[in-house]
């Protein structure tokens, strides 16, 4: 079966702009995480979506937020673009939402100029 | 502040050496996964474990979860180019809190 899917792979953007990422799980998976991967920090998690209801957050500032559609789908939304916002963004899905087996895309690459 | 500290940073051996990494933190973890992610993907789920002294074996990596689930080690036999990537450990505490460590880039060099 397809996996995780992510658009787009890579964006540049400049600072102030606002960005929407996109995420479709594996067919079946009803949760989606978000994570946020930098050289310096590591992998870091955003936010989980479970049956369109966010249902974990992690330490991020109110520019980031997401959405998930009846159909799984996820999208994430950074607003007011700063430099150090620059990095791999990761989805992942679950069947569940539970953190034993979860898939991740591949990622969209995000650059701030 | 990484909660979950990994060591080496990095590491670059030869094919068929054996080396271990590690994965260390002060606080418990009711579980810890490993993963490994390759340049321009995702990371890839390795293995959980959820049991303080487990040992689980995959082919040629052994994981073990130490007996006070504060840590946990990866040992890889005879080790390939194919196991070259960047090595994630992560630990899901108490609070249903997922916390990653930054990683151990490996190369294997034939």
């Known amino acids: 079966k397809a996996g995780v899917t992510q658009t787009p792979r890579y964006l540049i953007k400049t600072r102030g702009q606002q960005v929407t990422l996109s995420c479709s799980p594996i067919?079946?998976?009803?949760?989606v995480s978000w994570y946020q991967q930098t050289p310096g920090q590591g992998l870091q998690f955003l936010f989980e979506?479970?049956?369109?209801?966010?249902?974990n957050k992690g330490n991020f500032p109110g520019r980031f937020s997401g959405r998930q559609f009846s159909n799984s789908r996820s999208e994430m939304n950074v607003s007011t673009l700063e430099l150090g916002d620059s990095a791999l963004y990761l989805c992942a899905s679950s069947r569940q939402g539970s953190w034993v087996e979860q898939y991740f895309g591949p990622g969209t690459r995000l650059t701030v100029t | 502040t990484q909660l979950l500290e990994q060591s080496p940073q990095f590491l670059s051996i030869q094919e068929g050496e054996n080396l271990t990494v590690y994965c260390n933190s002060s606080?418990?973890?009711?579980?810890l996964q490993w993963y490994r992610q390759e340049p321009g993907e995702g990371p890839v789920l390795l293995v959980t474990v959820v049991t303080g002294g487990e040992v689980k074996k995959l082919k040629r990596l052994t994981f073990q979860f130490g007996d006070a689930r504060k840590d946990s080690s990866l040992h890889i036999t005879a080790a390939q180019p194919g196991d070259t990537g960047l090595y994630l450990c992560a630990g899901l505490n108490n609070n249903n809190d997922m916390r990653f460590g930054a990683g151990t880039r490996l190369t294997v060099k034939p």
């Open positions: 606080s418990v973890f009711s579980s």
């Open positions: 979506y479970f049956s369109e209801t966010q249902r």
């Open positions: 067919s079946g998976h009803r949760s």
